[in-house]
């Protein structure tokens, strides 16, 4: 069965201080890896796309990588504004499938 | 990016009334739509596939006669709720995939539905 989790769960840092965030996935056919932000009563926030092992994305204090079996997002001096819920997602198999989500990771950043 | 709308961003309904969600995409077409559900702290579960011209794919587990999906044209797919009750109180996310190679998907902004 095709399974994505998430670690850890909440995370809170305080500013200026990095760390990263951990997805791991069990999946047939791996298609893609995508990373979202997604903010209280807010839909998906697209991020990064990551196709294949060794692939890295950055954005501005966001970076994205990629192994054959998990990705992180390093997040770099976050500010408070960086506060959210990161979810990943994968695209596998068959072009027009649904994503399946990981149950996301909320980051708490404090001045 | 692609933008996709979703109508309305809150619904607070009566027990045993419909509702109607609307999802469209603004700049593209998408022949496939998705909508999820998203309860407190839990990931985003896909209910059914929206598939213009035909009739929509559901997960197991989901009521088709309760979750009615319509996908009329090539930028708008609607879910009505029917008969809503309490425990359909959820955040209603749909999404489309854009028409390209890419699997990437674009989100509405969601439905909070509450219902009384």
């Known amino acids: 069965e095709d399974q994505v989790t998430q670690s850890p769960e909440a995370l809170r840092l305080q500013e200026g201080e990095s760390s990263s965030l951990n997805c791991s996935y069990t999946v047939s056919g791996l298609r893609g890896l995508f990373w979202y932000r997604q903010d209280p009563g807010k839909g998906p926030e697209f991020l990064f796309t990551?196709?294949?092992a060794g692939e890295e994305k950055e954005k501005e204090r966001l970076k994205a990588t990629l192994t054959k079996k998990e990705s992180f997002l390093h997040i770099t001096a976050p500010k408070p504004e960086d506060s959210a819920t990161y979810l990943c997602?994968?695209?596998?198999?068959?072009?027009?499938?649904?994503?399946?989500f990981g149950k996301g990771t909320t980051l708490s950043v404090s001045s | 990016g692609a933008v996709v709308s979703q109508h309305p961003s809150r619904v607070i309904c009566k027990s045993g009334t419909s509702v109607k969600i609307e999802c469209r995409s603004l700049d593209f077409q998408a022949t496939t739509m998705f909508w999820y559900r998203q309860f407190p702290k839990q990931s985003l579960m896909l209910m059914a596939t929206?598939?213009?011209?035909?009739?929509?794919?559901?997960e197991q587990g989901v009521e088709k006669d309760k979750f009615l999906i319509n996908h009329a044209s090539l930028t708008l797919s609607t879910l009505t709720v029917t008969s809503a009750h309490p425990e359909d109180s959820s955040f209603y996310i749909c999404?489309?995939?854009?028409?390209?190679?890419?699997?990437?998907?674009?989100f509405g902004q969601g439905t909070r539905l509450t219902v009384v």
């Open positions: 929206s598939n213009e011209g035909s009739k929509a794919t559901y």
């Open positions: 990551l196709y294949s």
């Open positions: 997602a994968v695209a596998v198999n068959q072009a027009g499938t649904a994503l399946i």
């Open positions: 999404s489309a995939p854009t028409l390209t190679a890419s699997p990437e998907a674009f």
